[in-house]
């Protein structure tokens, strides 16, 4: 069965880094785009950043953009998320997603990200 397994997220301090992880099973990875999306305490989830199957194009929301970067490896399908200058407003649980048919998406058990001092 599909799987989506996050890692990586934790507490940092305003401007501080963080590197998520997404290890994938159960389908042909390679041939998928992924997304990372996040959900903060009362508001929709929302959709991050995109990277089509080969990885050549991605694609961020605006309030992320030139600081987060989404990347993946087919080889060890796994999708990632490199995080910098995080601000408080980027606190919310990070989640993994892939959309592989019609009414068909999987997505990971999230991982929590608090940007804080």
């Known amino acids: 069965q599909v799987q989506l397994v996050e890692s990586g997220g934790g507490l940092v301090q305003p401007g501080g880094s963080l590197s998520l992880s997404c290890a994938a099973s159960g389908f042909t990875f390679r041939n998928y785009a992924m997304n990372w999306y996040r959900q903060a305490p009362g508001k929709e989830r929302e959709l991050v950043a995109s990277?089509?199957?080969?990885?050549?194009?991605?694609n961020y929301a605006d309030s992320v953009k030139g600081r987060l970067t989404i990347s993946r490896d087919n080889a060890k399908n796994t999708v990632y998320l490199q995080m910098n200058r995080l601000k408080p407003e980027d606190t919310a649980v990070y989640y993994c997603h892939v959309h592989v048919a019609w009414n068909t998406d999987y997505w990971g058990q999230g991982t929590q990200v608090t940007v804080s001092s």
């Open positions: 990277i089509t199957s080969g990885g050549g194009s991605t």
